[in-house]
C-alpha cells in the first residue's frame, strides 16, 4: 500500500481493536482496525477504514459524530476555545483575513465558540453531519475558494489522495493558511 501524501511505501504500524461500549458496538461488524505508516514522511493512515466500502464508512463516521456530540464523557475533542482565542488574535493582528471555512466542521463547535465568544462568524461544511442551531452550513454547490481553510478534526475523514485534492481546490490562490 502506497501513502497517500507521497506516494512512498507504507508498512504495518499497530493495530486497534474497540473494546468499550460505544465504540464496541459502531465496529462490531468491522472488527480490529490496522494502521499503516508511511516511511518517508511518516502519514498514518487506518488500512481497514479505507477498504470499508462508502456506505460503511459514512454510517459509522456518523454515529462516531452523534455519539460526540450527545456525550457527557470527553472524548479527546479539539481545544475549540482555545482554537477561537488563537483565531481571534490572528484576526485582530490582521495576520487572518475573514475569509475561512471550517472544512470537515461537524457540528459546528468551533463555529459557535468563535460566534459566540467573539461575535465572528464562522461557515462549516460537513459531508457526514450538521447541527441545527445557529451554525451557517455550506453545501458542497455552495462553496468557493477561501484565504483560510481550517480543519480542526478532519484526518480521520480522509481515506484518499482525492479528499486531500478537495480541500486544496478552496484554497484561494491568495491565501494558503
Known amino acids: 500500500m502506497n501513502?497517500?501524501?507521497?506516494?512512498s511505501e507504507t508498512n504495518y504500524f499497530f493495530s486497534k481493536s474497540y473494546a468499550k461500549k460505544p465504540f464496541v458496538e459502531m465496529m462490531d461488524d468491522i472488527g480490529q482496525v490496522d494502521y499503516y505508516k508511511c516511511e518517508n514522511c511518516g502519514f498514518t493512515i487506518s488500512k481497514t477504514h479505507q477498504?470499508?466500502?462508502n456506505e460503511k464508512f459514512e454510517k459509522l463516521n456518523?454515529?462516531?459524530?452523534?455519539?460526540?456530540?450527545?456525550?457527557?464523557?470527553d472524548v479527546n475533542q479539539p481545544p475549540y476555545l482555545e482554537q477561537s482565542m488563537m483565531i481571534n488574535v490572528l484576526l485582530k493582528n490582521k495576520?487572518?483575513?475573514?475569509?475561512?471555512?471550517?472544512?470537515?466542521?461537524?457540528?459546528?463547535?468551533?463555529?459557535?465558540?468563535?460566534?459566540?465568544y467573539?461575535?465572528?462568524?464562522?461557515?462549516?461544511?460537513?459531508?457526514?453531519?450538521?447541527?441545527?442551531?445557529?451554525?451557517k452550513y455550506l453545501e458542497k454547490k455552495d462553496?468557493?475558494?477561501?484565504?483560510?481553510?481550517?480543519?480542526?478534526?478532519?484526518?480521520?475523514h480522509i481515506l484518499t489522495r482525492e479528499g486531500f485534492n478537495e480541500i486544496n481546490s478552496l484554497v484561494d490562490t491568495n491565501g494558503g493558511q
Open 62 to 73: 456518523y454515529e462516531f459524530h452523534h455519539y460526540l456530540e450527545n456525550s457527557e464523557t
Open 143 to 156: 462553496l468557493k475558494t477561501y484565504k483560510t481553510i481550517l480543519t480542526s478534526a478532519l484526518f480521520e
Open 118 to 135: 467573539f461575535n465572528i462568524s464562522l461557515p462549516v461544511h460537513d459531508p457526514y453531519v450538521k447541527s441545527d442551531d445557529f451554525v
Open 95 to 116: 495576520i487572518l483575513d475573514n475569509d475561512m471555512l471550517d472544512y470537515a466542521g461537524g457540528y459546528g463547535t468551533l463555529s459557535k465558540s468563535l460566534q459566540k
Open 51 to 53: 477498504e470499508l466500502d
Open 3 to 7: 501513502c497517500i501524501i507521497c506516494q
